[in-house]
């Protein structure tokens, strides 16, 4: 009894100062962050398909990004203070290609269509990711490119990792199903100009990728060394309506990063979309 009373004791003291994690430092760390202890633990239950429901409720892309990102949080695994960091990007690839594979790949629920519609200029990385996230909130999403095949710089480091692009394509496939327009071939300057997007739509999304000589006096937005001027964290742009993502804000050439950028600017114009203050 008194060895007990005396762990019980010294527990009770751990605790009353405790400031440990809330949340596991790989999930912090992961860019989208994932929920992943728990999806380790889907996993090694077998239960593939809940995985993949957790890791959709965060990511768009999961197999694509997995294929060819090093940012996946393993430098923060805690298994690395044992041996070695847990394959967190293998596992999310392994669980999202299986279901692609499946012939019935996971699709995330929507909600009810809200009436509401934005424009998405750029259909790379963050822009994919913005269109995701803004169609499971019940927005209606028109993805805008120049280019004449959907993925911007993903398409290019997927070629440049000698990968199939066939991974990519499905991904892209289920975004689509979900219930996004896309407008490829499309320069936004002339025909089309950004205050014709702000006419037909209820908000415009800028995610063009690092900026080019002319592009922001194209498309009427003011720039300040090569990056859209926009405030980080609401991702405002000084015109109405018009928000900004990824690296044409904030250059940092790492997928998963413009990814969750574009998450945080469709959570921003959700927010806007309903009224509420826009908060980063």
Same mark, same amino acid.
């Given at each position: 009894p008194e060895v007990r009373a005396l762990r019980r004791t010294s527990l009770e003291l751990l605790l009353s100062n405790h400031l440990g994690d809330c949340a596991a430092p790989c999930e912090s760390a992961s860019p989208a962050h994932l929920d992943i202890p728990l999806i380790l633990r889907q996993v090694a239950d077998g239960k593939l398909k809940d995985a993949m429901a957790t890791i959709r409720r965060e990511m768009a892309l999961p197999a694509t990004l997995a294929s060819v990102s090093a940012d996946g949080g393993e430098k923060a695994c805690r298994r690395g203070l044992v041996d070695s960091a847990a394959g967190i990007n293998a596992i999310l690839r392994f669980v999202a290609e299986t279901d692609l594979a499946s012939g019935d790949p996971y699709l995330p629920s929507c909600s009810p269509a809200t009436g509401k519609r934005v424009a998405i200029v750029g259909a790379g990385a963050a822009g994919l990711t913005a269109a995701y996230h803004l169609l499971r909130m019940g927005h209606a999403c028109t993805l805008f490119d120049k280019q004449g095949e959907v993925g911007g710089s993903l398409r290019q480091a997927v070629e440049a990792a000698r990968l199939s692009c066939g991974i990519l394509d499905a991904e892209i496939a289920l975004i689509a199903r979900m219930g996004a327009s896309l407008a490829m071939n499309t320069?936004? !300057?002339?025909?089309?100009?950004?205050?014709?997007?702000?006419?037909?739509? *209820?908000?415009?999304?800028?995610?063009? !990728?690092?900026?080019? *000589?002319?592009?922001?006096?194209?498309?009427? %937005?003011?720039?300040?060394?090569?990056?859209?001027?926009?405030? %980080?964290?609401?991702?405002?742009?000084?015109?109405?309506?018009?928000?900004?993502a990824g690296d044409a804000i904030r250059p940092g050439k790492v997928l998963a990063r413009s990814a969750a950028d574009g998450k945080a600017a469709a959570e921003c114009i959700g927010r806007y979309l309903s009224g509420k203050a826009v908060a980063g």
């Open positions: 320069t936004i !300057g002339a025909p089309t100009s950004l205050s014709d997007l702000r006419s037909r739509f *209820d908000a415009v999304l800028i995610t063009i !990728g690092c900026l080019v *000589d002319g592009v922001a006096d194209q498309l009427g %937005l003011p720039a300040v060394r090569d990056r859209l001027k926009a405030n %980080l964290a609401t991702h405002e742009t000084d015109i109405p309506c018009v928000f900004a």
